[in-house]
């Protein structure tokens, strides 16, 4: 939920995230967690090559604190009211992913912009889904909504770098749904939901390939062999 590196053309590209073949996942869920649960569900299909190490949210109640729970993943709320500040909070958050090992930090439905700080300490490792084609309908927690307001034709969900300017960092991915004469908020949302947990897992799958090299503010996916090893866990440590 953050964005853009302001690097120059000219500069040379960068590899975001070294090939590894397994990398660690540090996830941020605000609510529901099926976008975790979607990564978790690929893990063990074979489908995705990584663990899921670490599981972090805002909220005590979180469904996605519950899921980590049910495969063992250590997992801790951090509650805006526990901590002086907001930055203080998401240091700490922070400091629960490094001592997690990440290799790559996933906001999969995290509702809050994270501070600065964190941003640049996770900078080219730490990616969000959006519920829009961005830059349409960026900074919202209601995309589905507006796009029916707007009266689009087209939406779906977008896969991008965290930086600090919200929901406008370089862009891993797209997938689109058509909006339908009939949509609701809730249905549009539904089949934006079920595009992410397609997106989400294969934008990792480039991630954990070296395939997506940075150029300025741009993304660009490279050609390369998919990963096809399985790591030895599929979650926890």
Known sequence: MTQVDQRAPESAPERTLPP??????????????????????AIERGELSAQVVSVASNKADALA???????????????????????????EMADFLRRSGVDLVVLAGYDRVLAT?????????MINIHPS????????????????????????????????????????LQRAVPVLEDDTEETLAARILHEEHVAL???????????????????????????????????GT
């Open 117 to 125: 700080s964190v941003i640049a300490a996770f900078r080219g490792r």
């Open 20 to 41: 590894s073949g397994c990398p660690r996942l540090g996830v941020l869920a605000s609510g529901r967690g099926s976008n975790l649960q979607a990564l978790l569900d």
């Open 65 to 91: 604190l519950v899921r980590a729970a049910r495969v063992g993943v250590p997992h801790q709320a951090f509650p805006r009211a526990d901590y002086p500040s907001r930055r203080a909070r998401d240091e």
């Open 133 to 172: 084609l961005l830059p349409a309908f960026s900074g919202t927690l209601h995309a589905p909504a507006e796009a029916l307001r707007h009266g689009v034709k087209i939406s779906g969900c977008t896969v991008h770098f965290v930086t600090e300017d919200v929901d406008s960092g370089p862009i891993i």
């Open 201 to 235: 897992p294969e934008a990792i799958r480039l991630l954990a390939a070296g395939r997506v090299v940075l150029e300025g503010r741009r993304a660009r996916i490279v050609p390369g062999p998919p990963t096809s090893e399985r790591c030895s866990t599929t979650h």
